[in-house]
């Protein structure tokens, strides 16, 4: 069974960067994922943030995280990054790992499309 933690969170001033870690166990050896951050701010739907496939090369970015924001992975330690630079009060949010096992379909961003969620970590950015 797969299991999603995710760690970095924390309070920035704008401007600053914060580095979120999403450790996965459980994942199926030579199996690839599409593994994704999403945010949820207050009043708001959740919304995909940045996705990658860890099999490929496909790359997703937010439109307003595109420059800001990069996702990577480190598959020896089974952990996905997201590097948040220039961070903005409007990037306050809780962001949540998710993940699901890509067999066909190519990763996207929809919401729908995982399965698998970490609990999430919040990212508070002040002006």
């Known amino acids: 069974q797969v299991q999603l933690v995710e760690s970095g969170g924390g309070s920035v001033q704008a401007g600053g960067s914060l580095r979120l870690s999403c450790a996965a166990s459980g994942i199926t050896a030579g199996a690839y994922y599409c593994m994704g951050w999403f945010r949820q701010a207050p009043g708001k739907e959740r919304e995909g943030v940045a996705i990658?496939?860890?099999?490929?090369?496909?790359?997703y970015y937010a439109d307003s995280v595109k420059g800001r924001f990069t996702i990577s992975q480190d598959n020896a330690k089974n952990t996905l990054y997201l590097q948040m630079n220039d961070l903005k009060p409007e990037d306050t949010a809780m962001y949540y790992c998710?993940?699901?096992?890509?067999?066909?379909?190519?990763?996207?961003?929809?919401?729908?499309?995982?399965?698998?969620w970490g609990q999430g970590t919040q990212v508070t950015v002040s002006s």
């Open positions: 998710a993940a699901r096992r890509r067999l066909i379909r190519q990763c996207s961003p929809s919401l729908a499309d995982y399965n698998l």
């Open positions: 990658i496939d860890t099999g490929g090369s496909f790359r």
